[in-house]
């Protein structure tokens, strides 16, 4: 078992649409939850972070996350062509002590 | 707030020489990390320093390593290029390895 795994997509919604990106992952000492999104030829961006079960809203974004389900979400509202990207789910483990990241959904928003 | 700098952005090698890339973290932030990012593998761990001291490592072989100086400025060196070496190399800073990390632009380095 991947130790954060991710759907690879591509994720196709229109233009206005809900994206909903989903990532689990394994070790459940994980601590701290992170989104970035890497837009092609660049460097990733963090939009969201998570530490608590239950919903955090930032804009347009809102992180979910379950610890007992092992999963975290991220669901962008008013989906816009400039959200086009690929996003990574991010994970910390307090017993290694570093950042693990999933390969990334690539979403691609149809105007 | 300055982001993360990265220096140098591009780097074209040849296999068998070595290289140093620099990273400066945002300012206050003491925890620098670096990753290699490739198509193939995503985004892999190779170290974290913290207060000039590496306080974790990535499984990567003895070839890539780092320091980082007390101004919290950091480098990477990789000796004996290899062409799988080559990759998009990232630093990112945090207040601490817990917290949110921010990525710097990046060094593409080509092993030829």
């Known amino acids: 078992q991947k130790e954060v795994e991710q759907n690879s997509g591509p994720l196709s919604v229109p233009e206005g649409a809900i994206a909903s990106l989903n990532c689990t992952y394994s070790?459940?000492?994980?601590?701290?939850f992170f989104w970035y999104r890497q837009y092609s030829g660049k460097s990733p961006e963090l939009i969201m972070s998570i530490y608590s079960n239950g919903d955090k809203e930032d804009g347009r974004f809102t992180a979910q996350l379950n610890k007992a389900s092992q999963y975290v979400s991220l669901l962008i509202r008013d989906s816009q062509p400039s959200d086009s990207a690929t996003y990574l789910c991010a994970v910390y483990r307090g017993s290694q002590g570093n950042l693990i990241f999933g390969k990334g959904t690539k979403l691609s928003v149809k105007p | 707030k300055a982001g993360v700098t990265q220096t140098p952005r591009y780097l074209i090698k040849t296999r068998g020489q070595q290289v140093t890339l620099s990273c400066s973290p945002i300012s206050g932030h003491r925890s620098v990390s670096w990753y290699q990012q490739t198509p193939g593998q995503g985004l892999q761990f190779l170290f974290e320093?913290?207060?000039?001291?590496?306080?974790n490592k990535g499984n990567f072989p003895g070839r890539f390593s780092g320091r980082q100086f007390s101004n919290s400025r950091s480098e990477m060196n990789v000796s004996t290029l290899e062409l799988g070496d080559s990759a998009l190399y990232l630093c990112a800073s945090s207040s601490d390895r817990a917290n949110e990390q921010f990525f710097g632009p990046g060094t593409r380095l080509t092993v030829l």
């Open positions: 320093y913290f207060s000039e001291t590496q306080r």
């Open positions: 070790d459940r000492g994980s601590q701290s």
